[in-house]
């Protein structure tokens, strides 16, 4: 008897060079890391791909090194691998913070980053981080590599200027400068898909990135230029509260969203305060 995955084709490279030919010539291939969303969709039969370019082998793709004045984080780092890192500790902070909150303990061993960057939903939980931290998608074909600003990456909901002849083989960010902020809310702290979810970087020009309250993910640029002029938090907020398009969902609705993304900006603001002498 043939099972409901029996008419699925997986393909298996040993080295990223082979998986690059492979997209080049074969049509319809679609990446598989850890599969934590992939399965999802094939369970509930939204997933219309049949054929699957399996990266497990890749393990470069796993590492996460410092590259000169910059954090590389492989694609295939999986949540666990980035909550053991002393390097992302260090360096990005809130970075743990999203992957503590991906799921639980099985879904952080297998989801990876680059997962969460390719499935492209605006509630992805590192998205934020990454936004804030100006991080840099690498992507690399059989021809060469590209490097794209995470800005400019997504181009609409669950849609990237990623082609199919692609694949995302790394996260590449600066240093940070400035006290790092994140917050999830959702109907847990994990295993719940995020109702509001927000990065923030407190210094002299304050970054603030937010998920789960439009088609992608976006930065706040005139909620950040209100922080960084000194301007009444209130009006700060008031800004936040006009530039983020929520909706109601299943999940939620938009005025909650909105009342609750207004909410997280006050306590960045108020936790990452400098110290005052008594």
Do not use: C
């Not at 917050?183 to 789960?212: D, Y």
């Not at 000194?230 to 008031?238: F, I, S």
């Not at 939620?252 to 400098?274: C, I, M, Q």
Request: proline letters at 5%; aromatic letters at 6%; hydrophobic letters at 45%.
């Amino acid at each position: 008897m043939k099972s409901a995955l029996s008419h699925l084709e997986l393909l298996r490279p040993a080295s990223r060079a082979e998986a690059l030919q492979l997209l080049r010539d074969e049509e319809g291939l679609v990446p598989l890391a850890g599969a934590t969303d992939l399965y999802v969709g094939l369970n509930f039969g939204t997933l219309s791909a049949t054929r699957f370019l399996d990266l497990s082998r890749l393990r470069v793709l796993r590492l996460i090194r410092q590259l000169g004045d910059t954090l590389s984080i492989g694609a295939l780092a999986t949540y666990t691998r980035i909550l053991r890192s002393h390097l992302v500790k260090s360096w990005l902070p809130m970075l743990q913070q999203a992957a503590r909150e991906v799921g639980g303990v099985q879904i952080q061993n297998r989801g990876t980053i680059g997962g969460n960057l390719a499935n492209a939903s605006p509630a992805g939980d590192t998205l934020p981080v990454l936004a804030a931290a100006e991080a840099v998608i690498v992507l690399q074909s059989a021809a060469g590599k590209q490097r794209v600003r995470f800005s400019e990456f997504y181009t609409g909901y669950r849609q990237s200027v990623r082609r199919s002849d692609q694949l995302i083989v790394a996260v590449e960010v600066p240093r940070v400068r400035g006290a790092q902020w994140f917050r999830k809310v959702g109907t847990r702290a994990a295993q719940a898909v995020s109702k509001v979810v927000l990065a923030a970087v407190r210094g002299p020009a304050p970054r603030v990135a937010i998920g789960s309250v439009a088609p992608t993910v976006l930065r706040l640029p005139r909620t950040e230029a209100l922080l960084a002029a000194g301007a009444p938090l209130d009006q700060a907020v008031r800004a936040l509260e006009e530039e983020i398009q929520p909706i109601d969902d299943f999940r939620s609705t938009a005025e909650y969203r909105r009342r609750v993304a207004g909410n997280l900006l006050r306590r960045f603001w108020a936790e990452t305060a400098p110290a005052t002498d008594p």
